[in-house]
């Protein structure tokens, strides 16, 4: 649906968008991926399916479709189980300020030199 809201049975629920925090650091070791909050130096390991949605959070893609074509693909899952799954881990992750959720797609706050702001915005802002 072009409104950013998709249909769940008779519910009506607004997409969300997720990105990665610029205020950690992380590395993928073994692949999994290793997060430092520069918040309070917490250390946190994320197990595979964490790891697939930290990689995919770029904050211009859906949730869901980062599940449908990521999660549900590799893990054989019933997508509305997975989105569901997806949903409380990336609640879990901006807990911690290691994810940043939106239901609009969430823009760089410092786009490379050379790159054009999504959508045609002419800010930095986004929110």
């Known amino acids: 649906m072009g409104d950013n809201t998709v249909a769940a049975g008779d519910n009506v629920i607004a997409e969300?968008?997720?990105?990665r925090s610029s205020a950690i650091a992380a590395r993928l070791i073994g692949g999994e991926m290793m997060i430092m909050?520069?918040?309070?130096?917490t250390l946190f390991t994320l197990n595979r399916t964490?790891?697939?949605?930290w990689q995919s959070a770029d904050g211009t893609t859906?949730?869901?479709e980062i599940v449908e074509h990521r999660i549900v693909p590799e893990f054989?899952?019933?997508?509305a189980a997975a989105l569901q799954d997806a949903e409380t881990l990336a609640r879990e992750l901006a807990s911690h300020e290691i994810l940043?959720?939106?239901e609009q797609p969430i823009l760089p706050r410092n786009p490379v030199?050379?790159?054009s702001w999504a959508k045609g915005s002419t800010t930095?802002?986004?929110r």
Do not use: F, H
Not at 16 to 19: S, T
Not at 37 to 41: G, H
Not at 50 to 53: D, E, K, P, Q
């Open 100 to 102: 940043q959720i939106s």
């Open 76 to 79: 054989e899952v019933d997508p």
């Open 62 to 64: 859906p949730l869901d």
């Open 50 to 53: 964490a790891t697939i949605l």
């Open 124 to 126: 930095g802002e986004s």
């Open 16 to 19: 969300k968008y997720i990105a």
């Open 113 to 115: 030199a050379g790159e």
């Open 37 to 41: 909050s520069s918040r309070d130096s």
